[in-house]
């Protein structure tokens, strides 16, 4: 009868597992993503890697400004470029503190960022590393990771 009870609640236990453990192991692969709005941003939670190019770029005129990457938390890997540009209400890419590797990366014209802490993460640019007009940027300790890995040899813009 203990055997019994033992058995019964082992699948009981791995059935709650697996029940909580499904919703958190989702996750999406995806060719592309254009974003231009804080609520695009946020509605890509579950996106862990982008095949091709992802821009995040607010739209002229949004109402709904990109104001934090908090939605790309998840996202791992860019296998084309990313670019965050023109979003004048965006301070920092905490968001992105999964990001390991991209093929190009380019931030340009934030007029907000004030550092890069969120890419802290990243150790390949395969390609272009381009971040230029970010009038407030201060700090660019976060690509500390990525100057290391990536050494003394590797051209940047």
Request: aromatic residues 6%; glycine residues 8%.
């Amino acid at each position: 009868m203990k055997n019994l009870i033992q058995s019964k609640l082992s699948q009981l236990f791995a059935a709650c597992l697996i029940t909580i453990m499904v919703p958190l192991g989702h996750s999406d692969t995806v060719a592309s993503l254009n974003l231009s709005t804080q609520a695009e941003v946020d509605a890509s939670l579950n996106v862990t890697e982008v095949t091709n190019n992802l821009v995040v770029e607010t739209s002229a005129g949004a109402g709904d400004p990109i104001i934090n990457l908090d939605g790309l938390k998840n996202l791992q890997s860019v296998g084309g470029f990313l670019t965050i540009n023109n979003n004048d209400a965006l301070v920092d890419t905490l968001g992105l503190l999964s990001l390991t590797d991209v093929g190009s990366l380019s931030i340009q014209s934030n007029a907000a960022l004030t550092n890069l802490d969120g890419l802290s993460n990243l150790v390949v640019v395969d390609s272009e590393l381009l971040i230029a007009f970010n009038n407030s940027l201060d700090r660019i300790c976060g690509l500390y990771m990525l100057f290391q890995t990536q050494g003394e040899f590797w051209n940047f813009l």
